[in-house]
């Protein structure tokens, strides 16, 4: 018994595009590096710079292949279409909205994160002129795709797209340190590296001092005094930047201190002693008491009498100077104090001599 079936065009439609996108599918091949690591007619290594591991450069027979690029075969109404190669910072980016058999859309709307990019509009592509890695996020789009579609909203499946940096930013090093001593040549360093995908690029290097600009713009990341000086101290940094000025980035601060021929030998800073408490005399006269001799001023007639070192160094005499004046000073405050105890004696001991006496 022979039966008839018979198929509506929508269901021969849709059997076509299943079979034409599992052959698409069981299609995909993916090229490998394999054999020897190293030998005279093949070669495989991989490089340590690339961002990805995965990603690899190898040679054959003296032919360099260049990176791999992955290729994704989606079967769906709707897709949203990424940059195959890595994004770096400055970098231009541009995504697609792409329908099926290149359909036209209408309502096309771009959302990061879930989040809505502007309204809906006609436009298939959103670009973005200078990539930041702020755009870093999980980017799709949803559209409204017309005749001969099915004329719903259809929403494509999220795209990771990942914004790399391009380069760090710089770190200043000094040679031979940050304290130089004075009349040395001293080389200031700008340190950063391109990765190996964007090693064509070139950075320009400038140094600047306490917000001023000491060298501008220029290919070499080194700036050099040849002979450093006590006006050369202060606060510097880098700054390294893209041809374009797309993309550029400051170091830390770093203080540099340029020491004298008198800096190595720093004096000593002399703490004075706390005062001791006095204590209470046993006296009880209220006659005041005589003033305290003057402390014996420095003289080169009197042996024992205190000199201030010889030798170039002021500082300390200074310091010395400063410490007999506090002395002086304490033995003053020192009389008045034991003024005052003396009338506070006097007085208990008048009230003590009054009491029993009203009692009387």
Not at 132 to 139: R, T
Not at 276 to 303: F, G, I, M, V, Y
Request: charged share 20%; glycine share 6%; aromatic share 8%.
């Amino acid at each position: 018994m022979a039966g008839v079936f018979y198929f509506s065009p929508a269901l021969l439609w849709a059997a076509q595009m299943l079979l034409a996108g599992c052959h698409a599918a069981a299609s995909f091949e993916a090229l490998q590096c394999e054999g020897p690591a190293s030998t005279q007619q093949s070669m495989c290594h991989p490089e340590d710079d690339l961002t990805d591991p995965k990603e690899v450069r190898f040679q054959v027979k003296g032919y360099t292949f260049s990176e791999p690029i992955h290729l994704i075969v989606s079967y769906d109404w709707l897709i949203l279409q990424s940059p195959a190669k890595p994004i770096f910072e400055g970098d231009p980016l541009v995504l697609r909205c792409q329908a099926w058999q290149d359909w036209p859309l209408t309502q096309v709307t771009f959302y990061r994160d879930g989040a809505a990019l502007g309204p809906p509009g006609p436009s298939k592509e959103i670009s973005i002129t200078v990539a930041q890695k702020a755009d870093s996020g999980h980017y799709h789009c949803s559209a409204v795709l017309r005749s001969p579609g099915p004329g719903s909203p259809e929403v494509a499946s999220p795209v990771a797209l990942t914004v790399h940096e391009l380069f760090r930013a710089p770190v200043l090093r000094v040679t031979p340190s940050a304290e130089p001593q004075e009349g040395k040549p001293v080389t200031l360093s700008c340190q950063t590296k391109l990765p190996l995908q964007r090693s064509a690029a070139r950075l320009l290097f400038s140094f600047y001092k306490d917000g001023r600009t000491v060298r501008s713009r220029g290919p070499s990341p080194e700036f050099q005094i040849p002979t450093a000086s006590e006006a050369h101290s202060g606060s510097y940094w880098c700054e390294a930047a893209t041809e374009d000025n797309q993309v550029w980035k400051q170091s830390p601060k770093l203080e540099i201190r340029v020491q004298g021929p008198s800096s190595s030998a720093a004096p000593t800073a002399l703490t004075p002693a706390p005062p001791q408490k006095a204590d209470a005399p046993e006296t009880t006269s209220t006659k005041p008491p005589e003033p305290l001799p003057p402390l014996p001023t420095p003289s080169a007639k009197d042996p024992d009498s205190f000199s201030p070192p010889q030798g170039p160094d002021p500082h300390l005499y200074h310091q010395m100077r400063v410490l007999l004046k506090q002395i002086q000073d304490m033995r003053v405050l020192l009389g008045h104090l034991v003024i005052e105890l003396r009338d506070l004696s006097s007085h208990l001991k008048l009230e003590t001599t009054k009491g029993p006496a009203k009692h009387e």
